[in-house]
């Protein structure tokens, strides 16, 4: 069973930072793109960032210059550094990785349980 836990949400003013952890654990063959995905209130699901398993990143516009992913393969987990954040930015934040997981043929996409990140003053 594979499983992936986000941390490091919270509450912050404008203009503050936040970094958000993700880790993968089970039974894990080989983990492919990982990235972050939101939903805000009354909002369908974006992708934030993406580390494929080639080392490129993209990132959605409204983030761009504001937000880092990063990845360590060793540790099996991706990061999110977010700052000069906005209110604009409230939402609930998802890990999201494909994975082949061992005894399985395919690979499948996994989503953590998500963490909330609240912008406000």
């Known amino acids: 069973q594979v499983q992936l836990v986000e941390s490091g949400g919270g509450l912050v003013q404008p203009g503050g930072s936040l970094r958000l952890s993700c880790i993968a654990s089970?039974?894990?063959?080989?983990?492919?793109?990982m990235g972050w995905y939101r939903r805000a209130p009354g909002k369908q699901r974006e992708l934030v960032a993406i580390?494929?398993?080639?080392?490129?990143?993209h990132y959605a516009d409204s983030v761009k210059d504001r937000f880092t992913i990063s990845r360590d393969n060793a540790k099996k987990t991706v990061d999110l550094q977010m700052i000069s954040l906005q209110p604009e930015d409230t939402a609930v934040y998802y890990c999201y990785a494909n994975i082949k997981s061992e005894g399985s043929p395919t690979v499948n996409g996994y989503w953590g349980q998500g963490t909330q990140v609240t912008v406000s003053s």
């Open positions: 580390h494929t398993a080639r080392d490129s990143t």
């Open positions: 089970g039974s894990i063959n080989s983990i492919y793109d």
